[in-house]
């Protein structure tokens, strides 16, 4: 397979392989173009309306190292790897942080994977060197300062081997930034993640150290723990067990930005943090009693993998 005349590596195709025979009805499109709407970016991915997911990579960027990131994007995806939720709109700081967060822990899995199929990442390189020059000086607002050190923490897990060297740059100009960035990295690496469980749990850790670091500094909390959803992964015990038994539900919790309907929260008691959120229609809670985990999963069309 080629795009616009790059053809794919032994290692692209195969990762393209795997993808079509986890999802055989996925429509996956590439588009070549010549700037991507995010500056600095070298490559990006979404869903169109009609559900196509389209690789957009930016014409000077097209390399093996490029594609095998995204497309590994794509691969975690389909293999059933957590993606957050929020009920936020664009740009919101909730969002933002939810973003930041499965981006980066999804992120040690797809170095982990390149390095495995023998990819170079010389886009990781890139990438952290173009956002340690971007970082000038850390400003003095706490609440900056909290939002640099996602992007540091990105940088330390897609920066690998370099890791020291962007150390060094980074720890002296952003003295709070790094040092909340490494707390982060602790947390995230202080269990090693491969399944989708194991990842969700990985994301969990970093939501909540968040969390910590914002109420240290005194901002207005983000309650990453009700607005951000991370799904949930069952045991086959658990498909079997009562709602009320694995989530405590918050009634009217939240609310669609959208249409301004209440909507309910579903949190998981493993974890305390939420998983799903409902807009209930009538009887919801009373429905709710006498089901199961894989009642309701039925009723909602959700696919779902096991532990």
């Known amino acids: 397979m080629e795009i616009q ?3 794919f590596s032994p290692a692209i195709e195969e990762i393209y392989q795997e993808i079509i025979s986890a999802a055989p009805s996925l429509e996956l499109e590439f588009e070549v173009v010549d700037e991507l709407p995010i500056q600095g970016r070298s490559a990006m991915q979404g869903v169109d309306p009609d559900g196509k997911r389209i690789i957009k990579i930016d014409k000077n ?8 990131h995204e497309l590994l994007h794509c691969y975690f995806d389909v293999m059933g790897y957590p993606r957050l939720s929020t009920l936020c709109v664009a740009n919101n700081v909730v969002n933002y942080f939810a973003m930041r967060t499965e981006e980066s822990v999804i992120h040690k899995l797809i170095c982990q994977e390149q390095d495995k199929r023998g990819i170079t990442r010389t886009e990781d390189q890139e990438y952290a060197k173009k956002i340690a020059e971007e970082l000038e000086w850390e400003p003095m607002n706490p ?5 640099y050190s996602m992007k540091i923490l990105d940088i330390l897990i897609r920066s690998n081997e370099w890791k020291e060297y962007f150390e060094n740059s980074l720890r002296y100009r952003f003295k709070n930034s790094y040092q909340y960035a490494d707390r982060l990295w602790d947390k995230l690496m202080s269990k090693d993640f491969q399944t989708p469980f194991e990842t969700r749990r990985a994301m969990i850790r970093v939501l909540k150290e968040v969390e910590k670091i914002v109420a240290e500094n005194g901002v207005e909390s983000l309650n990453l723990r009700m607005n951000v959803g991370t799904g949930f992964i069952a045991s086959a015990r658990q498909l079997d067990e009562n709602i009320f038994d694995l989530f405590d539900v918050y009634k009217d ?13 579903l949190v998981s008691k493993a974890e305390d943090q939420a998983s799903y959120f409902v807009l209930p229609g009538e009887n919801f809670e009373e429905s709710l009693t006498d089901k199961t985990l894989k009642d309701l999963y039925k009723e909602w069309g959700i696919s779902y993998e096991l532990r």
Do not use: N, R
């Not at 609440?143 to 939002?147: D, G, L, R, S, V």
């Open 143 to 147: 609440e900056a300062q909290i939002f």
């Open 253 to 265: 919790a939240l609310e669609d930005p959208h249409t301004g309907e209440k909507v309910w929260v």
């Open 5 to 7: 005349g790059y053809k």
């Open 61 to 68: 960027s097209l390399d093996d190292s490029v594609l095998s």
